[in-house]
């Protein structure tokens, strides 16, 4: 993060002054004072937007240390870095009989859209209590299904193909290390789903017909971090052992 306000604070002063020595131009072209700075503030704006993603770890150190992160910044997620995690879900393994592509990939954007989305998603599921299960989480005041966050990103599955929802988890799963190792905060979110796949919801949404949401995640910058609780080691049974001579 330091580096970003680095390269953003360089590209300013840079802009700033490449374009204030310019100085002749301005006059001969009867431009503003201000003119250079404007120029050089929007040259530095669009130098920040397009830095480089920073990839910060290995794999081994992204699956470690990935957490659920439940604060977000209210800032948006650039969209190529979107197009990055969507493109590391896709690397999943998918078995011959799933295709090529048995899942869509879709966004929505937007803190605020979100957040009332959100809203309706928790009164649906509060209204539509499953037999036998009781979705406690609708009630908690303080449970936020989407938690502020500004992006959603909908692994939606191929219907007609029992193995395309799994197909969809391995995506997901690929996609919360890929945002870890991006220093991107994400959250598996189980809530919204009953509510996306409900009726008229995903005509509203415009999710693709014959597809449904499988798989739904929040990502953006995290505003807080929650601390580590790793698992512990697991118990492995060797099968087959090899006879001891
Ligand atoms: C299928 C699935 C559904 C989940 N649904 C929610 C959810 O609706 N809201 C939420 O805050 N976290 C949700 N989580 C996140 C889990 O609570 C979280 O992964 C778990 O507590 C372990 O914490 P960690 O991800 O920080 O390791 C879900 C995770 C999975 C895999």
Redesign the pocket.
């Known amino acids: 993060m330091a580096s970003c306000w680095a390269t953003l604070l360089l590209a300013f002063v840079l802009g700033g002054v490449g374009l204030t020595l310019f100085e002749p131009a301005r006059r001969a072209r009867n431009l503003g004072q201000n003119c250079p700075w404007i120029v050089g503030l929007a040259f530095g704006f669009s130098a920040y937007r397009s830095r480089p993603l920073e990839v910060e770890m290995d794999a081994l150190e992204a699956i470690h240390g ?3 992160i ?1 604060a977000y910044k209210k800032l948006p997620l650039r969209r190529e870095v979107i197009e990055e995690l969507l493109w590391a879900a896709v690397q999943a393994p998918t078995p011959p009989v799933s295709g090529e592509a048995p899942w869509k990939l879709c966004v929505l954007e937007g803190a605020e859209r979100l957040a009332s989305y959100g809203q309706r998603a928790k009164e649906y599921a509060r209204t539509h209590q499953p037999e036998g299960q009781h979705w406690t ?1 609708s009630e908690r005041p303080e449970f936020d ?1 989407f ?1 502020g966050a500004p992006a959603l990103l909908v692994i939606c599955a191929m219907r007609g193909n029992p193995e395309t929802r799994y197909d969809c988890c391995r995506a997901g799963q690929n996609l919360i290390v890929a945002a870890h190792a991006l220093s991107v905060g994400s ?6 789903i009953p509510w996306l796949r409900s009726p008229g919801v995903s005509q509203e949404l415009g999710i693709p017909e014959g597809y449904d949401p499988e798989v739904a995640i929040v990502v953006g910058h995290p505003a807080q971090v ?1 601390p580590g ?1 790793p698992r512990p080691r697991p118990d492995i049974t060797w099968l087959a052992p090899r006879p001891v001579p």
Do not use: I, K
């Open positions: 990935r957490r659920s439940r989480w299904v938690w959250c598996w979110v189980g809530a919204p929650p609780h």
